[in-house]
Structure formats: structure tokens, C-alpha cells
């Protein structure tokens, strides 16, 4: 009973994606559900990557969050479209959560929409929201069993992004045992290596997403 | 109808809770939930733990993951009886897991009982399992807006373990705007700042947590 009633909650959540999708894709958004634990640096990385594009790429947000409206802010400043879905207890954000503020959101004046999720390794890679792409980012600071532990963002994200290295001289984490775990999840993982505070790597990742959201446009 | 059953959930596991809480205090058991993010360092304090209380307090361990046995391969080095719990995709212990396995567990061997959780910090602090304190890790590495974006785990527990102190210096994070967020949540929060990886503050943490477990017996 259980396991039939999860499929029909995941099933009829598909069925709200592929419109998500389509309506997206309609107006020429490509759009990313950007997903990690909680505080492996969403939201920095965000405000980074838009104040890198700014001018070349017009983005729009919608931030999840349990409650409060701290990152909305954040990013608000950037005067970028921002909406804040509260999610009041529910740890990730599903494809209704999306379609219902969809029309709040001006499609026609974005290139991009980033779906910042809920901070959590777990649920969120299970529910569609009619993104494009998932991109996760992994702060090093989580330790090197983590893909293995957590496979499923691993395996479902087009992108990995590890954050915080520049605090890799401090730790006794191994790099590459978490990149070699990914690849053995997802032989097709790109992955990026940055850090939001020195600013190391993010060149990289801002060229290689304009390319996307130019490509995709 | 959603609603209700998710009420439900919640009061049938409250009472298989209830179940397991007297079924370990009738055995001289004191247990505790261990929760916190993924990669807050769970299991490395709880090895520190283990070998500071050795021959002094006989711990119990359940291990829940979502897959693995990583965790209970470390604790299990420590000959201390382990049980893993490998939840298979859910987010979260529930009091069901952990009735399931306690007939394996020998507790009239042991004076605590730790049911180290799934990383995460939204779920599992919904679910109560049967324990007698709830203890949140939190790495500090994750940011000070985190007590105001995932209320609930903070409210819900007794302790509150601030852990990776020796990163601050490398960090931006504000201490004193984590502890009084999860002090204006909690008011009865008891904090301890530890290194898992330095030792710094470790021995005020097992000296009051070895008063605990024999006030309990």
C-alpha cells in the first residue's frame, strides 16, 4: 500500500513536470534545479554566478526553503525576479510547488531559471520540477564517503560542483576519492572544482554555463 | 486526505515510539538520536566518544543510512555491538526501523544506546524513534543562517554540538549569531564547540555526557 501510494505521489508529479518543462521550454528559459545539503554554499554561488553573467545573462530565481526569506533577499539585491517558496516543513521542492508560482515569474525577460531547493542530499533528487538540468554542489568539508552514502544526486545530476576548496589544506578529506566515487555513479558527470570565497574556479563554471543557456536559447 | 495521512504516519509511529522508549528504559538503556547533516561528523564524534568512555560506559550503535555499511565497519572497529539500518532511499529513521532490529541488540550488555540518524536536517527530527535525548551535530563549516532555516532540529533537541571549530579561523561564519539564533529557538539548549579532529572541547562534552548515563541507570 505504502510503496503504491509513493509511485502515484511520483507519477502524478511527473505528469506536473512535463508541463513545468514544456512551458519553460516554450518561452526559451532553460532552467536548473540547483540542489546540496544544507549550507554547501547555494546561494553564494548564486549571487558569484550572476553578478560573473550580468549583462550577457538575464536570470530569474526561485528560491525553497522550509521558511524564512534570507536567500530571496540575498538575491533580490542582485535585482534579478526572485519568488520564495516556503515549503513549511516539507524537505524539497516538488513540480506543483512550481507550477503554482510559475505565472509570477517573467519568462519572457529571463534566459535562465535557477530552482535554488531545499538544503538536503536526500528527497530533493527524487522529485522532478521541470528543469532542464540538476546541478549539485557538495561542499569538500562533507567528507569522501558521501557519493557512495548519497548516490542518488549523484547519479541524477548532470553537474557536480565541489565547493569550499579552498579549505582543503585544513582537511584530511581525499578529492579524489570523491570524484572518482561520482564518476563510478555517473560516468557522465561533469565536474567543477571552485571556491565561492577565492573566487578559484569559478571562470570555469560561469564560461561553461553561458555556453549552455546560449546553446540551449 | 494528504494531510491526514501524514498525521497518521506520525501517530502510529509515536506509539511504536513510546513502545521502544519503555522497552529500553526497562532494560537500564539510555538512548540517544544523533542527528545532524549530512557530513556534520556524526560518526567521528561518536568514535571519540566511544574511546574516551572505554571501560567506563558500554555503548550500543545503530547506524542508518540510506545505503552502505561505512559507518558501522568504523564503530564495529571499536567492538562495540553495531546494528546498520540501511533505509533504502528514506530520509529519516523511524520508530518502525528501529523496533524491527532491537530484539538484535543485546541490551543487557550496554548502558546507551546511540541511533546515529540519516544526514539530514529536516526529517529526521519529525520522527521520534523511542530515544530518551535528541543531540543535533552542527558543522560550523554550514553558515550562521542555518537555526533560522531549519528551525525544527534545533527546537527539538536538548544538545546542540557545534563541531569543526578549528576550521574557524578559515571561516567567514558567525559563532555568536548561531548560538543565540538556537538559544532564542530553544531557550533550554544546552551548546558544547568541539574538534573532532583537535579534541578541543571534546572532555566537557563526555564528562557530561557520562553524568548523564549514570544518572539514568
Redesign the interface.
Known amino acids: 500500500m505504502k510503496v503504491r501510494?509513493v509511485k502515484k505521489i511520483l507519477e502524478a508529479n511527473d505528469r506536473i513536470a512535463e508541463n513545468n518543462r514544456k512551458k519553460l521550454a516554450d518561452a526559451g528559459v532553460y532552467t536548473m534545479n540547483l540542489m546540496s545539503?544544507?549550507?554547501a554554499g547555494k546561494t553564494t554561488l548564486l549571487q558569484r554566478t550572476i553578478k560573473a553573467l550580468d549583462g550577457r545573462i538575464r536570470f530569474g530565481v526561485i528560491e525553497g526553503?522550509?521558511?524564512?526569506t534570507?536567500d530571496a533577499e540575498v538575491i533580490s539585491a542582485l535585482n534579478v525576479p526572485v519568488i520564495q517558496i516556503n515549503t513549511e516543513?516539507a524537505?524539497h521542492l516538488d513540480a506543483n510547488m512550481i507550477s503554482d508560482i510559475l505565472p509570477e515569474m517573467p519568462l519572457n525577460a529571463i534566459d535562465i531559471l535557477v530552482i535554488e531547493n531545499?538544503?538536503?542530499?536526500?528527497?530533493p533528487a527524487?522529485f522532478d520540477v521541470g528543469e532542464e538540468i540538476k546541478v549539485m554542489l557538495f561542499?569538500i568539508?562533507?567528507?569522501e564517503?558521501?557519493p557512495?552514502?548519497?548516490?542518488?544526486m549523484f547519479q541524477k545530476s548532470e553537474v557536480l560542483i565541489l565547493n569550499?576548496i579552498?579549505?582543503a589544506p585544513?582537511?584530511?578529506v581525499d578529492m579524489e576519492k570523491i570524484k572518482a566515487d561520482a564518476i563510478a555513479l555517473n560516468p557522465g558527470l561533469r565536474i567543477f572544482e571552485i571556491s565561492c570565497?577565492s573566487g578559484q574556479g569559478l571562470d570555469a563554471w560561469v564560461a561553461w554555463l553561458e555556453d549552455k543557456v546560449k546553446v540551449s536559447a
Chains 1, 2 share one sequence.
Open positions: 501510494l545539503a544544507p549550507g526553503d522550509i521558511q524564512g534570507h516543513g524537505c531545499v538544503g538536503n542530499l536526500v528527497c527524487e561542499s568539508t562533507g567528507g564517503d558521501k557512495l552514502k548519497y548516490p542518488l569550499k579552498d579549505l585544513y582537511l584530511d570565497k
